[in-house]
């Protein structure tokens, strides 16, 4: 602890972000980095807790606290505060293979669980990681490492999203010969098309890439595992699969109307709004200018679909959450050091109402009905209020419309960002998959091995829809048994 007094002496404060009129002009990333300095400072507030929360990653009342990663803040944070940038990447990297992702897109349940913050605001953790693994790219520390032994084992990596990257990096370092498949034209997966770039700039991702390459991985894009190479055909090339396709079933809207035209899932918009950004000349994108958004979900999702359509010159966007608004404090329920489930005005809502002058989300609603013209084109839809109510003898909630509630909304474009349903059919019947009832891959619990041999599943396709550091975790973990496996 370098300064035992610093969370007494310093107040919390973090990054500049560009003004949400200003940022909206164009798809970059919007944050301004603060000086060295104040960033030592900012570190100083650290207090080496005896007990670290932050790095625990545990389960509390339900809900995970802490890095799922295990990242030794404390250290790290100790290090940024002596100016030793450089022995400070080299303990981030020991958990975490991709910095530059989760301290731009993490929503940081290290901060939720600072000891600072059960009685103050807590240190700023993330910004302190990215300010680190920047530090490593700008002074040339993150140069490729080819590892100097090659054990002759092959491993294939179904998916590049963050578990398949990290699966991948860490079986290379071990000297296995590793290939990725990516059905998509570039590596990434969820980082690259399910992120939009002023989230996460998509050059970031191409460094990352870039480096594991000159390492050794392999890289072959725009093959559909399952499609245009069979499990067999995987089986028979590489001593072991990882499969790391993501939960990449989305949750559809059965409601009538549904077939409209200009309703579409928030994966498909956010994918070709990414894809024009990165490439102007691609045509195929999904345009909000001019037009009526809705947004149907209040996750993470929605709120980049609330921001990328304001970027492109919506008239209006409107989101609908069924659940209830969160308290703006914490409830007496939810202590220190669970997950706090208060009010959240993320980056595109701040945006929406800077624009057209309220928020943009409505609570406990649905859509109903979705009504369309004699073109068969979305132009309204019929949206309920819902009433949570609790069940005396389960204890649960329930759910309800409102009687009567019913309300009409002028829309031009529905995008649906209601979450996701696990696996893809056709990825877990080419390989024989046995799946749980939630649809995900099954393995033992706490383990990744499936009931195919030689085959592992690890990510959301197996944990279910999560954050990226879970991701990342778990494709530690996989890489971890899929080496033991290999090599005893």
Known sequence: MGKPTGFLEYERRGNTEM?????????????????????????????????????????????????????????????????????????????????????????????????????DTPVTIKENENAIIEYGYANDLMAAKPPKVRTGKKVAVVGSGPSGLAAADQLNKRGHNVTVFERSDRPGGLLMYGIPNMKLEKAVIEGRVKIMEEEGVEFRTGVNVGVDVKAEELLKDYDRVILTCGSSKPRDIKAPGREAEGIYFAVDYLMRVTKHVMDPAYKDVIDAKG??????????TGNDCVGSSIRQGAKSVVQLEMMPKPPEERADNNPWPEWPKV?????????????????????????????????????????????????????????????????VLDVDLVLIAAGFLGTQEYIAEDFGLKLTDRNNVYTRPGQYKTNVEHVFAAGDMHRGQSLVVWAIREGREVARDVDEDLMG
């Not at 947004?295 to 993470?300: A, E, L």
Request: hydrophobic share 35%; net charge negative.
């Open 291 to 300: 037009k009526n958004v809705l947004v149907i979900g209040g996750g993470d």
């Open 19 to 119: 003004a949400p009129l200003e940022r909206i002009q164009n798809f970059n990333e919007f944050h301004v980095p603060m000086g060295e300095e104040e960033r030592r400072c900012q570190a100083a507030r650290c207090m080496d807790c005896g007990v670290p929360f932050c790095q625990s990653g545990m389960m509390i009342g339900g809900m995970a606290s802490g890095c799922p990663l295990n990242n030794m803040c404390p250290e790290w944070n100790d290090l940024i505060y002596l100016g030793n940038y450089a022995e400070a990447l080299g303990r981030l990297l020991k958990t975490n293979n991709f910095p530059e992702f989760t301290s731009r897109v993490c929503p940081a349940p290290c901060e939720a669980a600072c000891t600072c913050g059960l009685n």
């Open 343 to 407: 009010l959240k005005t993320d980056y595109g809502q701040q945006e929406a109402i800077a624009v057209f002058g309220s928020d943009p989300r409505i609570y406990e609603t649905t859509v109903k009905e979705f009504i369309k013209d004699e073109k068969g084109c979305v132009t309204k839809v019929k949206a309920v209020k819902l009433a949570w109510t609790r069940d005396e003898k389960t204890g649960r909630m329930n759910m309800g419309e409102v009687p009567g509630s019913e309300y």
